[in-house]
Each structure stands twice: as structure tokens, then as C-alpha cells.
């Protein structure tokens, strides 16, 4: 147990879950427990956790849907702080929709469509919650979600809450300079008719499920696409298709997917994924970086 953890226990004992197991909350399902896991159900008790965690120098991390992330089979060190409690039903006003963090994208995705209100249709069929989605940037080919996002409201390491306008984050691939837990976010859409934009959600879908082992365990596309290219048809040209470490394996249907074929460790997936760069680096002389996020960052 970690010497700074009852500072936290005396305030927060009844949400606070020591050693929790953290497979079954990643996409991946890889991983051990962590230390402890704190799952507030309102934003203020998240804030005043969040404070006093980072006031005890505890190690933080925030978990969303668990969908772009390998926990290390040792686990986690310190408090992560799920979102899942933060969720609800998005609330439209006008062309506006606000949406807790905690909200799954797919459920953020539907109530858009439903209510006529178009942007998000290239979000279809990506994974995790609202709150993940913001801080990765999330996207593909028909655009990301830095664009619709009207503000971002966050919790600060003294637990106050800042509201920041879209427009004044930097929006990159797969990124944004954000550095803090999300809780809500406001959408800017553009008005249109439902039927439209759930043509559109369809046909998105139906072209995920063609080009992606939607039906694996997986945390999406592994490496971020260089400048220009893809790491799909890297990986592919390398020769790396079906390359296997344990019961982690380069999917034979998209190079860029690592998926778990059932009992795949953290230390299987790292040990392809350092095999998959070799292999890429030795062809074309280009170093693939993960876009999968490691906790902790050092070890698998
Ligand atoms: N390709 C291959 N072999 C493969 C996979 C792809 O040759 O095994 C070729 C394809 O034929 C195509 C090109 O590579 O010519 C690009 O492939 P694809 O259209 O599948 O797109 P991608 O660049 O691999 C990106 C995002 C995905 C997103 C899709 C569709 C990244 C790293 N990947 O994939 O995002 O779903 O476009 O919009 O940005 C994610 O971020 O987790 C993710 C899955």
C-alpha cells in the first residue's frame, strides 16, 4: 500500500477500490489490477479526489473507456480515476449538445443523429467514452472531433474547474494540449436532416468492419500514421501479417491492429510491437510510434 494513501482513504474510503483489476476495463482486456481505483459518480467528488491525490503526490491516472491503452501485467502504481460514473444522456439546446466525459462516444454519436444534428458521423464505430475521445483527438479518414468541440470543461490539480473554449486548444493527430481530466464537453453541430446523417453513420460502419477486426480484442491502430503514410501498409509490405508473439498477433486483416487472440499478456503485445518497428525500421528506415498510451509508461 502506498504511505500516502490514507490521506485519501479518510475522505473518499467508500468510492476508493484497492487492487481492482483493470483487463476487463480495457478494449485490449490485457493488464493487471490497479493499486487503487476511484470511480466518482458526481464531477465534485471527482475534483476533491483529484486534488487531494495530487496534493499526497500520488501517482494519477485518468481512465476512460480503456480503449487506446496497455496496462502492464504488474499493474498499475497509485489511483486511477475511471470516469464511467460520469456519464448520462447528452442534452441538445439548439445546435449545442452537452455531454458528460463519462458518456460512451457511441451514445454521443446516436443522440446527434437522432437529433439532426451532423459532424460527428466520422466518429462512427470508434470505441471508448466521450472524455477519451476529446483528449485523443479521435478520428479517421472522415474527420476528428477537435472541430465540433465548442468547450471542454476540466479539473485542475487543486480540484477547481476550467472551462476552455475549443477554439483556444491545439488540435493535432491523435492529440491535443490538454493535460488534465476532462468532465464535460460541449459540441458545436451543424443542423441537418437525421436521415442524412445516419446514411452516412451506416456507411461508415459497414467500411470499419471490412478493413478492421472489429469482432477482436484490440486497442484500434496501434502505431500512428506517419506523415503521409500509412502504418498499416508498412507493417503489410514488411511482411509483418499474422507475425505472433505469445497470444498478441498482427491481424491478417489490418497490419495496424494488434489484437489479443484470448490470453495475450501486456509483455506479449510490447515484445510484437518491438518486433513490428524492427521489422518496419529495417525495411524503410522509419521508427513507428505507438499511438496505444502504456501504464505505467516504462514497464509492460
Ligand atoms: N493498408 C494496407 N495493409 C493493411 C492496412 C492498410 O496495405 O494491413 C493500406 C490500405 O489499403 C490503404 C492504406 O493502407 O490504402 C490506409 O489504410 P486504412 O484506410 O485502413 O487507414 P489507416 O490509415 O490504416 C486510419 C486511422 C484509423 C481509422 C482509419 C479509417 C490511424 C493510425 N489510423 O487508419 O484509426 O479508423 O484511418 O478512417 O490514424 C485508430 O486511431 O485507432 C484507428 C483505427
Redesign the pocket.
Known amino acids: 500500500m502506498l504511505c500516502a494513501a490514507p490521506a485519501l482513504l479518510d475522505a473518499f474510503a467508500p468510492l476508493l477500490r484497492p487492487n481492482e483489476p483493470l483487463a476487463g476495463r480495457t478494449s485490449f482486456r490485457i493488464g493487471g489490477p490497479a493499486e487503487w481505483l476511484l470511480e466518482p459518480a458526481t464531477e465534485e467528488e471527482f475534483a476533491g479526489a483529484w486534488a487531494t491525490a495530487c496534493r499526497a503526490g500520488l501517482p494519477v491516472h485518468v481512465l476512460g473507456g480503456g480503449s487506446?491503452l496497455l496496462v502492464s501485467d504488474a499493474g498499475v502504481p497509485g489511483v486511477v480515476f475511471s470516469t464511467r460514473q460520469l456519464d448520462g444522456k447528452p442534452h441538445a439546446q439548439g445546435s449545442r449538445v452537452s455531454v458528460r466525459a463519462g458518456t460512451r462516444l457511441a451514445q454521443l454519436v446516436s443522440f446527434a443523429a437522432q437529433a439532426g444534428l451532423a459532424g460527428l458521423e466520422g466518429l462512427a464505430g470508434i470505441p471508448g467514452t466521450v472524455g477519451g475521445a476529446v483528449r485523443m483527438n479521435?478520428g479517421?479518414?472522415?474527420g476528428t472531433i477537435g472541430p465540433c468541440v465548442a468547450a471542454v470543461r476540466s479539473v485542475d490539480r487543486a480540484g477547481s474547474f476550467v472551462t476552455r473554449p475549443g477554439s483556444e486548444i491545439t488540435w493535432a493527430y491523435?492529440s491535443m494540449d490538454l493535460d488534465e481530466p476532462i468532465v464535460a464537453v460541449e459540441l458545436a453541430l451543424t443542423p441537418e436532416e437525421p436521415r442524412l446523417i445516419r446514411e452516412r453513420i451506416t456507411a461508415n460502419l459497414a467500411a470499419?468492419r471490412t478493413?478492421?477486426p472489429t469482432e477482436l480484442h484490440s486497442a484500434?491502430?496501434f502505431?500512428?500514421?506517419p506523415p503521409g503514410e500509412?502504418?498499416?501498409?508498412l507493417?503489410?509490405a514488411a511482411g509483418l501479417?499474422g507475425a505472433r508473439v505469445g497470444e498478441a498477433c498482427v491481424s491478417e486483416k489490418?497490419?495496424?491492429f494488434i489484437v489479443n487472440l484470448g490470453q495475450a499478456t501486456a509483455a506479449d503485445v510490447r515484445a510484437l510491437a518491438e518486433r513490428v518497428r524492427d521489422g518496419v525500421r529495417a525495411r524503410f528506415h522509419l521508427s513507428l510510434e505507438p499511438?496505444v498510451r502504456y501504464w505505467p509508461e516504462t514497464r509492460a
Do not use: M, P, T, Y
Not at 230 to 233: F, L
Open positions: 487506446n479521435a479517421g479518414r472522415h491523435r470499419k478493413v478492421q484500434g491502430c502505431f500512428r500514421n500509412s502504418a498499416g501498409r507493417i503489410e501479417k489490418h497490419a495496424n499511438e
